[in-house]
């Protein structure tokens, strides 16, 4: 019983930390994955700090890159969080936050 007490309670304290959003609403607009990440410009501005790099999303038999894309990375601290989204090719895919 202590072991699975203390694997919930691990699971929780991860669980507060680091956290799927998925949305960020600033009045009528709701900023969710599948959206431009031009919304994001507009409603928070530039990102405090941001990451680019070349991926590939497509290999062939002999694991040569058939597809690239552009990954970007950006980071902002909007009402006390951290926020981190995660844009391909200019649409947002996942957006995570934390406390922390």
């Known amino acids: 019983m202590k072991t699975v007490t203390t694997l919930i309670f691990l699971c929780l304290i991860t669980l507060s930390t680091t956290t799927q959003a998925f949305s960020l609403r600033f009045g ?17 501005g530039e990102p ?4 680019i790099s070349d991926v590939c999303v497509s290999h062939n038999r002999q ?3 058939r597809q690239w ?3 970007e ?3 902002y601290r ?3 969080l951290n926020y981190t989204i995660h844009i ?3 649409i947002i895919q996942k957006i995570e936050w934390s406390r922390f």
């Open 73 to 75: 990375i950006w980071f």
């Open 28 to 44: 009528s607009t709701l900023i969710n994955e599948g959206k431009p990440a031009t919304l994001l410009l507009l409603h928070l």
């Open 48 to 51: 405090l700090n941001k990451s």
């Open 78 to 80: 909007h009402n006390e």
């Open 69 to 71: 894309t552009t990954s």
């Open 88 to 90: 391909y090719n200019g």
């Open 63 to 65: 694991g040569e890159c």
